[in-house]
C-alpha cells in the first residue's frame, strides 16, 4: 500500500501537467467545435451552432480535397521511411569503414527545428539559387519549379518529410534489431531458409511491436505536418499541398473561424485514432491456425 502510495505521489507532476496541457485543451476544443466563434467579428461571443460545425465538413469540397492530398501524402512518406529506414537499420548492423561518422551525420536532421527544415527546402529548390534544380537542369535537363507544378510541389514536401524523419525510424528499428535473440536466426539457417523466408517468417513478426509503435508515431506527426509545408510551398500551388494541418492554420488563423476549425481538428483527431486502431488490428491480430 505505501508503495503504491509512493508511486502516485511521484507520478502526480506530470499527472498535473498532462491534465492541464492536455486534457483541459482539448475538452475546450471539443466545446468551441460546437459553437460558431469569431473573436474578432463584431459579436465576438460565442453562439451554440449544435453540430453544424460537423455538418459543413462533409459538404466543405476544400477539407475534402485536403483529406485526400493528407492521405496520400502519409500514405507515401510513412511507407517509404519504413521501408528506407529498415534497410539503413540493418546496414548499420554491420561494420564498415566510418560506421560512427555516417550514424551521426544521418541523425542530424532529428536535431532541427520543423520550421528551419523547411527554410532548408525552400532555399536548395528555389530555382533560381538551388542546388536541386540545378542539378536536374544540368543532369536531365528537368526544370524544376515547385511554385508552378502541383506534382513536383507534392513530390518535393514527400521527399522533405523522408529526409527529415527516416532516421527516427532508422534508431527504433535499429533498437529492436539489436534485441532480437540469435538462435531462431542460426537454426533457420541450419534448416537451408533463405533470407527473404527469414525476414518474413522470423525477422517481421519478431520486430512488429517497434514498427508499428514506430508507424503510429510517424502517422500522428505526418497528420499534422504544418512548420515545413507553410515554409516550403505555403500549401500551395493552388491546394497541391494544402494538408490537413495547414487547411486547419488557414482557417483558424487568416480567417479567424474558430468554431470551424475546431471541428476540423477534433474530426482529423478521431479519423488518426480510427486508422490507428485499423493498422494494430490488422497487423497484430493473433493468426488463426488453419483447419485441415
Same mark, same amino acid.
Given at each position: ?21 492536455? @486534457? ?7 466545446? @468551441? ?35 485526400? @492530398? ?11 521511411? +519504413? +521501408? ?55 543532369? @536531365? ?6 511554385? *508552378?507544378?502541383? =506534382? ?16 527516427? +525510424? ?7 534489431? +539489436? ?17 527473404? *523466408? ?23 506527426? =505526418? ?39 475546431? =471541428? ?29
Amino acid at each position: 500500500m505505501k508503495s503504491n502510495t509512493f508511486g502516485w505521489i511521484l507520478l502526480a507532476p506530470t499527472i498535473v501537467v498532462l491534465f492541464f496541457f492536455g @486534457v483541459l485543451p482539448f475538452l475546450y476544443v471539443v466545446y @468551441v467545435s460546437f459553437h460558431q466563434w469569431n473573436p474578432f467579428a463584431a459579436n465576438p461571443n460565442m453562439i451554440y451552432n449544435a453540430a453544424g460545425n460537423f455538418r459543413q465538413i462533409v459538404f466543405d469540397s476544400a477539407f475534402l480535397a485536403s483529406l485526400g @492530398v493528407t492521405v496520400a501524402f502519409v500514405f507515401f512518406a510513412v511507407l517509404t521511411e +519504413v +521501408v528506407v529506414g529498415y534497410v539503413l537499420a540493418q546496414a548499420f548492423m554491420s561494420d564498415f569503414p566510418g560506421k560512427a561518422f555516417f550514424r551521426t551525420i544521418h541523425t542530424l536532421p532529428l536535431i532541427i527545428a520543423p520550421i528551419i527544415v523547411g527554410s532548408i527546402w525552400k532555399l536548395m529548390t528555389t530555382p533560381s539559387i538551388g542546388i536541386i534544380p540545378h542539378l536536374l537542369q544540368s543532369s @536531365v535537363g528537368f526544370d524544376l519549379n515547385i511554385g *508552378q507544378s502541383a =506534382a513536383a510541389a507534392f513530390i518535393i514536401t514527400i521527399t522533405m518529410d523522408i529526409w527529415h524523419w527516416t532516421p527516427l +525510424v532508422t534508431l527504433t528499428l535499429i533498437a529492436a534489431l +539489436v534485441s532480437l535473440p540469435p538462435d531462431p536466426f542460426e537454426q533457420a539457417q541450419i534448416d537451408g531458409a533463405g533470407k527473404w *523466408q527469414i525476414f518474413w517468417h522470423i525477422t517481421l513478426p519478431m520486430i512488429a511491436p517497434a514498427v508499428m509503435a514506430t508507424v503510429f508515431i510517424r502517422l500522428m506527426d =505526418a497528420l499534422r505536418i504544418v512548420d515545413e509545408v507553410l515554409m516550403l510551398t505555403g500549401g500551395g500551388p493552388g491546394s497541391a499541398t494544402r494538408y490537413i494541418g495547414v487547411h486547419i492554420f488557414r482557417e483558424v488563423f487568416p480567417r479567424t473561424n474558430y468554431g470551424y476549425g475546431s =471541428a476540423i481538428s477534433v474530426v482529423v483527431l478521431y479519423l488518426t485514432i480510427v486508422v490507428c486502431w485499423l493498422l494494430y488490428t490488422g497487423m497484430l491480430a493473433p493468426r488463426k491456425p488453419r483447419k485441415g
